[in-house]
Structure formats: C-alpha cells, structure tokens
C-alpha cells in the first residue's frame, strides 16, 4: 500500500477539515491500515517528534497520534505490542511531565498540546480496560511503563491544573484503569484531588434555576466530570481493608478535602429530592453517598460531622424519600372507581438502584449512631429512623397497599397492627419467598440499622412500636419458612436478635406468642439458648474474666429477665415450656460458687436464673412438680451457700459498694429460692418433700434449720441495734423465710421436723418481739380493737404480702436504653417493695406469730412438742424482765390459743405419766405446758392446784410439781434406765438440772408476770406507806450525853457511842441503859447473839441520825451493800430502832422500783432467807405480827416475776446446797400463797 495515503500530512489534514471527503478517505485508510503501515506511520511521528520543526510541532504530532489510535481497528490490538506504540505512549508521558514542570504558565498552544497527549493517555487506557492485562503482555507492558514514568502522577496533576472542560479527558483516563493504578492514584494524593474536583458541584448548583433548562444543559458536562471523579474516589476507598491504605484514607476523611466532598454531597441531596430532574444527578448521588458512607466508617471526625444535626437535616430526608420511592415501584396499587387494584408496573432496573441506595445510606446511619451528639434532638433522630424502618417493614409485609399510604414512612405515626395488614401479610406469605430472596440485602441492611439504633432508645418508644415490628418478624419468618429460605438467609440471625430484644415488651411477647407452633424453636429457643450459655459457661473452658465470658453473662441476665416477662403469658409461658425452659435448671449447671466472690454479674445471673424458676413455679403446679422432683437439690443447695457466703459478707467490718452489692445479690438469691417454697403452699405433698432432710455430693442439706437461719443468722446479736440493721439490710429476705415457715406449719409433718430446731423456735419469737417493740411504735397497732387485728392477720393478705412481684414494666423512668436491660434486670431483681417499715415489720411479726401458733397447737406432735420443751423456747422472749406491752399482747394471745385448743391434752399426758417413773421428764414438762395453757388466774385452782395449803412442795398437782423442779434436783440411778438412755455424768447432770429448773422458773415468771399490774400498784402503795412516816429521833431530847461502850460474843473490842443517842431512838437501849446497867458506865455492856460488824454499822448510822436536822435525816447514807442493809434492817428490829428500820425499808424499796439487776435478786432473795419466820408455814407472809412480811412479800415477788434469773444466782444455788427442806418448802409455799392472795 502506498504510504502517501496514511501520511501524517494526510492526517493532519482529515483533523483540521474533518468533514470533506479527503478526511474520509483518510479516515478510511486508517482504520484499515495494517499493523506494519501503522507502525511505519508512528515512526515516522517520533522522528518529527525528535526533531521538531514549525511544521511539525508537538500540537499536531500529538493530535495525529491521538487521530490514528482512534481510527485504526483492524491492528488495534495488535498495534499495541508495536516498539512505536510503546515509544509513543513514552513520548507522551514525558511530554506531560515536561510541560507540568514548567514553571511559566502555558499558552493556548502547549494547553492544546497537553490536551492531546491527555486525549491519547485516555483513548489507550480505555482500549487496555476492554483487554485483560493479564492475558495480553503488550497490554500490560503499557501500563507498567505508564506507571514506571510516572504518567499517572501527571495526570493527577493536570487533572488539578485543568479547568472543564479540559481536564474531561484527564478524569477519563484516570477512570479507565482506576483499579490497576489505585495503588498508584492513592499515593499521588489523588483523593484530595479527586474531592477538588467535586467540589465544582458547589458552583454549577449555585447559579443553576429551576426552570431555566438552558443553565441545565450546561451544566451537565460539569456534572459528568464530577461523576466521573465520584465514581474513581468511590473505587479507591473500597480498598481500605489495607492497613496503609486505611491510614490514608482516615487522614482524607478528616481533611478538609472531605469537607468539600460533604458539602457537595449536601447540595446533591438537595437537589436530589426535586422528581422532575432526579434522574439527571442519580448516579452522582448514589456515588457521593457510598465515599460519604466509607469515610464515616473510618473516620470518627468525619463520623462527628455527618451526625451533626445540620447534616442529619439534609441527608435523612433522602432516606426517607428513598424508602418511599422502593415502596411505590414495588409495593403500591392504584386504585380507582372505574377499575379495580392494579400493581404499579415494576421497574426492576430502578427498584435495585434505589435498594442499593437505601443500604448505603442504612449503613451510613449505622456508622455515625455512636457518634451523635448528645443533645435534645439525639433521641428524636434515632426514634425517627425505628419509627421509618417499622413503617416500612409494616408496608413491605403488608402488601399491597395504597400509594397515598407510603407516605407513613417519615410520618412520626406507627402503623398498627390492622385486619387488612394481616391479609396482606397472608398474601405476601404465599408469594414473598422470590420477594425477599430478591431484597434481602435491602432487608439485611434495615435489620442491621434497626438492631443498632433500637439498643439506644428509650423503653418508652420501643413499647410503642414493638406490636407492629414483631407483626413483621413474625410474617418474614413465616414467609422463609415456607419457601425453606431459614436455613440460608442472612435474615434469620437478625430477626433472632430482634425478637431477643423485643422479647422483654409485653405487646410484643403478646404478638409473637400467636406465631405458628412451627416457628416456636426460632422466636423461643434462641433466648432459651442465651440464658443456658450464661449459666453453663461457669463449667465450660472458657475463662471467666474474658470478654467473651462478660458478654455471655449479659446476654444471660437479658434473657432470663425476658423469660421472667414470657412467663406472665399464658400462651408463650405454655411455648417456652415446650422448648424446654426448665432445661437451665438441670443439675449440671450448679455452680462452683466460690466463682461468685469473683464475678459479682455471675452471681447476679443466677439472681435472676432462681427469679425465673420461681416465678413459673407461682404460675403452673407442673413446674411445681417439675422441680421437686429433679431441681429440689439444686435450689436447696443454692440457698444453703447464699446464707453462707452472705454471713461472711455481712461479718466484714468493711462494707465498701461491692460488697453491699454482693449482698443484695445474695440476699436475692436468697428471697427467690424461698419463692420456689412457697409457690407448694396448697401443696402439702410438696411442703412435706422440701422439709425432708436430704443430700448433694455429700452435703446435708435441710430447708427448716436453714429457714430459721435467715429468719435469725448466728453472727446477729440480740441488742437492739444489731437486730434493727440487720433487719434494715435483710426485711424482705427475712419476711420471705416467715411466709415459708407460716405455710410449713401447717403440715403436721412439717412441724415435726421443725420441733427438732426448738433453739430456732426461740428465736424466731425473739424476732417477733424485737419487730414490734415498744420503741418502734407498733403497740398501738397491735392493741387495736379486735376487729382491726383480725383484719391484719387475715390470712389472704399475708400470703400475698410477699408474692413475686411482676417484671418491672419497661420506660423511660427506669430505662435509658434498651442496651441496659441487663442493669434494668438487676435493679428488678434487687430492688425491694417500696412500702412503709412499719407495715412491713407488723406483716412479718403476724406471719411469724401464725408459725408459732400452728406449731405449739399442733395437735399431731404434743408429745414431740412436750419433750422438747418447745414451749419453754417459743415463750422465753416473751417472758423478759423488761416486758413491754407487744410482748404481753404475743404472749396473751399464745397462751389463750393454748387454752383453747391444747391445754386438754396436754393435761391428758399429765395424768397419763404421773404414776410412770420412766417418764418423769414428760410428766414434769407436761405440767409446764400446763403452766402455759393456764392464762386466766381464776382457773389455777382447779388446773394447777395453786393453794394456801403447806408443803405444796408436795402434792402431786402441776403446780407442785413445777416447784419440784425448782427447789429440788432429780436424783438418777444408773440403773432406772432413763428415757433417753443417757449416761449420768457430772456435767450432763448440771445442764439437765439447770434446763429442767428454768423451764419450770419461767412458767412460774409467767404466772406472776399475770399480776404485775397488781402487784405494782401494791409496791408503789407499800412505798408511799414508807414514805409518808414521820421520824422522832428526840433531836430536841433532854437525855443526859455520856459514852456507853459495847462489846459482842464474836469481839471483846469495845465500840462506843452516845448513850442518848441510842436512847433517843431505841426503845430497848432506853431500858437497857435506865436499868441493870445504869451504874455500868464504867465498864462495857455485853451484847449476845449480836455481830460486831453489825453492831458498829447500826451505832454508826444512829449516830449519823442524831447529826442530821430536819428533813436531812432521809439522806443519811446507808451501806451500798445488801448484806449489811439486811444487817441493819435486823438489828434495828431487834432494838426497835424505828427510824434505822424507816431508811432501810426506802433503801430496799427503792432499788425494787429501780431496773432489777444480778445483785437486787441476790439481795431479795438473801433477805427473803435471813427474816422468814421460820415458824410459819409461808415464812411469814400472811401473819400481821410478823413485822418483816410487808418486806418479804415485795422481794418474794420480785424474786418470782424474774425467777428465771434467780435461779441463776449464788444464793439460789447455796439455798438448793443447803437443802434446808423446811426453807425450800416455805419457798414454795409461799409462792403459792402470794399467786392465790392475788388471784382471789
């Protein structure tokens, strides 16, 4: 072929007159030119390029090789493994970087220039993208030289140099093979540059019109150009999983280049909401959202700015408009009256792109949710964004629906649950198996942006749309499940974790508990599943300080506090059930509870775990039974090492916030195991087989003894102030244990075992006092009128003082966020029933005064009872010296039940054991039943055998048997074979003796406690009787004063005093001195029978007397002493020594109105020993000659209302050591005498 026809000058000419002939056939020429003409075409244009001339200057070399390159089709490919070609593509490249480091600008001609080298750079890199580099050599051989020298640096930088429309082509060529030379681009900083072209988006929308079409189309090459960069920066940022180029991309992101990219974003989605011209920036759109949307996931500045609320204005419509437009093209009818529902033609190509669109933009939300400022209108956005995404879902399950209806979704309405949405979601069950298949990454986008946010609204908004998202939940699963979808959609996961956090919301659980039973394993088990993996994972591999673990715990605490909420439906409770619910409490999963003192969580999931259990076992007896038969161990054994972990805590002197908050946990613990008893409390089957004693590897465990531990653990203390705190920190756990005795006691069997904690018993009513002491107010309510009490101890409302109360019910009072339910769960758990302390001590006290009740009535254990001296426990506290009127109200009221319904029997086993002497401890503790069962003092006649006879000692009534035990001890034989079969040692003896002596002591404490109103007003009578004596001690006498000397049998030491003195006071030293002896002043009188120590204290304080004037003579001091007061107190009788006698009756008066203490018993009691009569019968009680009785009344009483006390006593044990029969007898016997002359 002739060369002359492909010339250069040939070309050049077909370029500057392309529409004349000779251009066509140029033109033609080329494009079938062969690779060897071609080849010869370019060498020659590298040799002009060489050597350059005016002709033939760069500018037209440059647009000739550009003019053959396009044209040339038969050896394209082929031309490209051409040296020419390569040789050109360098020139090329070379000539760019030459120009660029001018540092002159460039006028038209070399602008020109480089522009056709640009054009040529972009003509060839888009043929090598339509060929696999990596199958053509030649073509790949290009692009490494393109990249050796630098070619795409320089396009870079003409790219930022050019103006539009010039730099078209530098952003074609850069998009060509954007892919290949990424790594390069991202080097070359070509992101900032890429934003600065964006950025011209800001000036074509500036000036732009709406109406003006003109403007329009000129703007749109500029709007290509940015495209066109969107597009490249768009590729270059999906290459951020490198760890480079994620750093660079992060500092872009939080550039001011990004800024840039922001605003222009912004202005497109302004411009984007307009329908008429959408479709003109469409793709830009879709673009500048996906570089928005990487940026964000990034970058946290660049996360701050696009969570700004200026920014959320202007994209969240966008979403919104996006959501409505998918909905219109696929989900809508138009409806009319002429025709009927037709489906809007759907437009798969645009329902994809705007799918896609709404993914980028879901995702978006999704990176900048923890980045949102924390201002007022934080929780608006997030509420706004759940509400669209329910709207749509509603829409999308529902279809079809009115086009007028889309506009729900951005509307601040939730669309409920209707009769119509439930055909549609009928409908769309049948067909939407390819529907959802087709959008399920739209779907798993909206899911992913609606787990994400719904975690950080308020409860309160959740409530108000968990109805209608679970009807969407429930449809999709339905809709996958017929069309076998579950076991390969992304979907099911996350309509898992939906429903895991939904299932908390009663409106909800009120929804899904409808599903078909086919989808129960999917909406139930997973919670299921949560909650087993929380509570095994203590036995598992996995470390319990890990992440992993502390996740697992939380997902755990969430689950069961949503079970606890499943439960109160009958339905769904009947659903979990049958996914095996009860499987969390399988034995295995007991605890190593030591792991507890570690991880406090842990111990409060399994808080919750016991919470669970028992709040289904208040609801269904086949729960009950479920647990009694396998779980019954585990329960008891939680309870068992929650009091013991809880005693050590409550022992530690520091009590910092941890450990406050471990014993909340274990007190939780605690209250719910009891929870699971008392849900049996119709059940005696179930309450006899939890009193039942049984064992665990090898550990005894026991409800009953441990019951009493939390009604009175050992480490408390019965002062006042230890019992008050403790009752402060445990009144919930305590009152729980009290209902679980109450509801014990009522099954015979039951209280047989609980006659065996007897100790525990006293304690417990110890507990009843120390709740409604006087100090605390709760006297008045207790001796309210008859009818109020009984309305206090109304059965009903004991039994529902301490129910499990229902779920917290979730808002935004006590829920900030969904992402806290687990903080909520606990709160639930720890939190305490906020009602008045004294209601609650009153509620617990009646509980407590019921178990009792029932146990000492029990009319199946009275011989148990009986031996046990139950009674002798149970009304110890009630018998304290200190009594206040709460306790003679528990009292009264016991032993009027004792009357009423055991004092029969109690005195069928008296008469039945009196003559058996191998049972005279039931005989003996049958008579202080008896004592007890005897309130009314006009009955001890008849049922005691209380009488002014002597030697009541004696007699073979209840009463003389009660003072047997007192006054005398049991002598054993080895050989009698004793009840018990005991052997009779020393120490054994004195415990028996001391038991056997105190039982009896109390039931009398009690007798004399029923006249202690009387016998207080006597003593206060006996006083003022004392008090109002005047004292003649012959002040103003006109004895004549001398020194008499006196001496003793036991001291012939003289001791000296005033002779008118002891004449003025004494009658007998009157005689003594004015007689025999009046001429013996000389010598020392003798005075027999009469101790020294004595004799000096009585002249001392005679003396003293004499000194004081007036009223003076009352404080004359008296010893401090009993003994010697009781020294005086004789002597002055004997010597008729009235005013001695006067100071020592107030001396004895006064301390027995003062507190009776250790040394006032003592002192009563030895007086009472040293003035009896020894003649009398009662010692003197009931004689008016005896001048010491008044005296020996009021100590004998004191002595007998704390006669448990006095028995305690040194003088007490030397009186039973001396055993003088005829003292023991008048004891008694005087006893008896004061209770009848009371009585009667």
């Not at 969904?818 to 509980?847: F, G, Q, R, Y």
Request: charged share 25%.
């Amino acid at each position: 072929m002739n060369h002359k026809k492909i010339s250069l000058t040939a070309i050049y000419g077909a370029i500057r007159k392309p529409n004349s002939s000779t251009s066509l056939a140029c033109q033609h020429n080329v494009r079938i030119a062969t690779v060897s003409e071609i080849d010869e075409v370019l060498r020659r244009l590298l040799s002009y390029a060489n050597n350059t001339t005016e002709q033939w200057n760069l500018r037209r070399l440059m647009r000739c090789l550009d003019y053959i390159f396009i044209h040339n089709n038969r050896s394209s490919d082929a031309i490209l493994a051409a040296r020419s070609m390569r040789s050109c593509v360098r020139l090329v490249v070379e000539l760019l970087g030459n120009y660029l480091s001018m540092t002159e600008p460039l006028d038209s001609t070399g602008i020109d220039t480089v522009l056709a080298g640009i054009k040529f750079i972009s003509h060839l890199l888009e043929r090598l993208a339509r060929i696999n580099e990596d199958e053509n050599s030649a073509a790949n051989a290009l692009l490494i030289d393109i990249r050796r020298r630098r070619g795409i640096y320089y396009l870079l930088q003409w790219t930022d140099r050019l103006n539009n429309p010039e730099r078209y082509y530098c952003l074609r060529a850069l998009t060509a093979k954007g892919q290949f030379f990424a790594q390069d681009l991202l080097e070359y900083d070509a992101l900032d540059i890429l934003a600065k072209v964006l950025s011209d988006i800001l000036g074509i929308f500036s000036n732009l019109d709406d109406g003006d079409e003109d403007q329009l189309s000129d703007a749109i090459p500029g709007l290509d150009q940015c495209q066109r960069a969107s597009l490249l920066l768009e590729a270059l940022l999906k290459r951020n999983q490198h760890a480079a180029v994620r750093a660079k991309v992060k500092t872009f992101a939080e550039s001011g280049a990004f800024i840039s990219v922001v605003e222009a974003w912004h202005v497109i989605c302004t411009y984007y909401r307009r329908p008429a011209r959408r479709h003109k920036v469409e793709k830009l759109m879709y673009s500048l959202s996906a570089i928005v949307r990487k940026s964000v996931a990034i970058s946290e500045t660049a996360a701050d700015r696009i969570a700004s609320l200026n920014s959320r204005c202007v994209w969240q419509p966008v979403l919104v408009m996006e959501m409505q437009r998918f909905l219109a093209i696929t989900c809508t009818v138009q409806e009319s009256v002429d025709r009927p529902p037709q489906l809007i033609s759907n437009n798969t190509e645009d329902a994809a792109a705007i799918a896609s669109h709404v993914t980028r933009l879901c995702r978006l939300c999704s990176s900048i949710t923890h980045r949102l400022p924390n201002d007022t209108y934080r929780q608006a956005y997030i509420n706004q964004i759940l509400r669209d995404i329910t709207n749509f879902m509603m829409m999308f399950v529902s279809r079809p629906v009115l086009y007028e209806e889309i506009s729900q979704v951005g509307n601040t309405i939730v669309l409920p649950v209707k009769a119509h949405a439930e055909v549609g979601s009928r409908n769309f069950q049948e067909s939407g198996g390819r529907i959802v298949e087709e959008n399920e990454m739209l779907l798993v986008s909206l899911l992913d942006n609606f787990i994400q946010h719904v975690q950080l609204s308020s409860s309160a908004f959740i409530l108000s749309i968990a109805k209608s998202f679970a009807f969407c939940v429930q449809t999709f699963l339905m809709v996958m499940e017929k069309n076998g979808l579950l076991s390969t959609s992304a979907l099911l996961s996350r309509l898992q974790r939906i429903i895991v956090l939904f299932l908390c919301y009663d409106d909800a659980v009120d929804q899904l508990e409808n599903a078909p039973k086919m989808l129960d394993s999917y909406i139930w088990s997973p919670t299921i599943n949560h909650a087993k993996d929380g509570l095994m994972i203590i036995n598992g591999d996995v470390s319990l300080d890990t992440p992993e673990a502390m996740r697992s715990i939380r997902r755990a605490k969430r689950a069961l506090f949503c079970l606890e909420t499943i439960s109160r439906h009958s339905r769904a409770c009947q659903k979990i059930l049958e996914c095996d619910v009860l499987g969390i409490a399988e034995t295995e999963s007991s605890p190593c509870l030591s792991a507890f003192e570690k991880i406090p969580d842990l111990l409060e999931l399994y808080a919750l775990f016991v919470r669970l259990i028992a709040y289904l076992a208040s609801r269904m007896a086949f729960v009950r039974t479920t647990i009694r038969e396998k779980y019954q161990p585990t329960i008891l054994l939680l309870l068992s090492e929650a009091i013991r972990y809880k005693r050590s805590k409550w022992e530690n002197s520091i009590r910092d916030k941890e450990t406050n908050r471990r014993l909340k946990a274990w007190n939780c613990v605690i209250s719910h195991c009891l929870q699971i008893v008392c849900a049996s409390r119709y059940d005696d089957f179930s309450l006899q087989s939890w009193s039942m004693p049984l064992q665990l590897n090898g550990v005894n465990l026991s409800l009953i003894p441990l019951l009493f531990s939390v009604l009175w653990p050992s480490h408390v203390s019965n002062h006042q102030k230890d019992i008050q705190t403790f009752w402060e920190e445990d009144y919930m756990v305590i009152s729980q244990a009290a209902v679980a005795l109450q509801q014990l006691s009522t099954v015979a069997d039951c209280v047989r075992h609980m006659l065996q904690e007897t100790p525990s018993l006293g304690r417990a009513c110890e507990l009843l006092v120390q709740l409604t002491s006087d100090s605390s107010g709760m006297s008045v309510k207790l001796n309210q009128p008859k009818e109020s009490v009984i309305a206090i101890e109304d059965e009903e409302n004991i039994e529902t003082a301490y129910q499990i109360p229902d779920t917290v019910v979730l808002s935004s009072e006590n829920m900030k966020s969904s992402d806290e339910i687990e903080v909520v769960a606990a709160n639930a758990m720890l939190d305490t029933p906020k009602t008045s302390s004294d209601e609650l001590k009153t509620t617990c006290a009646k509980t407590l005064f019921r178990t009792l009740r029932h146990i000492i009535t029990s009319k199946d254990n009275v011989q148990a009872m009986v031996i046990r001296d139950t009674l002798t426990a149970v009304f110890r506290p009630l018998v304290s010296h200190s009594a206040e009127r709460t306790q003679i109200h528990w009292r009264t009221s016991l032993r009027d039940e004792l009357m009423d319904k055991r004092r029969y029997d109690f005195q069928k086993l008296f008469e039945f054991t009196k003559d058996d002497e191998r049972a005279v401890k039931c005989h003996e503790l049958a008579a202080v039943a008896i004592g007890y069962a005897c309130p009314n003092p006009s009955d001890w006649e008849a049922h005691l055998g209380i009488n002014t006879q002597e030697h009541v000692v004696y007699s073979k009534s209840v009463f003389g048997n009660l003072c047997h035990m007192i006054v005398y001890d049991l002598e054993y034989d080895v050989g009698d074979g004793l009840e018990d079969k005991m052997i009779v040692e020393e120490e054994l003896s004195e415990k028996i003796m001391y038991c056997r002596r105190n039982s009896a002591a109390q039931v009398i404490k009690t007798l004399a406690f029923q006249m202690e109103t009387t016998w207080r007003k006597q003593l206060e009578s006996f006083q003022e009787q004392v008090l109002s004596k005047q004292l003649d001690v012959g002040q103003d006498s006109l004895q004549q004063s001398y020194r008499v000397s006196f001496i003793t049998d036991s001291c012939n030491i003289p001791i000296s005093a005033d002779a008118a003195t002891l004449m003025d006071q004494s009658r007998v030293f009157e005689a003594l001195l004015s007689g025999q002896y009046q001429e013996s002043r000389q010598k020392p009188i003798l005075l027999g029978d009469v101790a020294y120590p004595a004799l000096e204290k009585l002249l001392n304080v005679m003396s003293k007397i004499r000194a004081a004037k007036g009223d003076g003579i009352y404080a004359v001091p008296l010893p401090n002493r009993w003994n010697d007061v009781i020294d005086l107190l004789q002597l002055s009788d004997r010597f008729a020594c009235d005013a001695v006698w006067n100071l020592c009756e107030r001396w004895i008066l006064h301390n027995l109105m003062s507190p009776m203490t250790y040394e006032s018993l003592e002192g009563c009691l030895l007086l009472y020993r040293r003035c009896r009569n020894p003649e009398n019968i009662n010692s003197g009680l009931s004689s008016s000659l005896w001048s010491f009785d008044p005296l020996l009344q009021e100590c004998l009483k004191t002595l007998m209302k704390d006669l448990s006390f006095t028995c305690t006593t040194k003088e007490f044990n030397a009186m039973i050591k001396d055993n003088d029969h005829e003292e023991l007898e008048a004891f008694c016997d005087g006893m008896a005498t004061l209770l009848c002359a009371t009585a009667g």
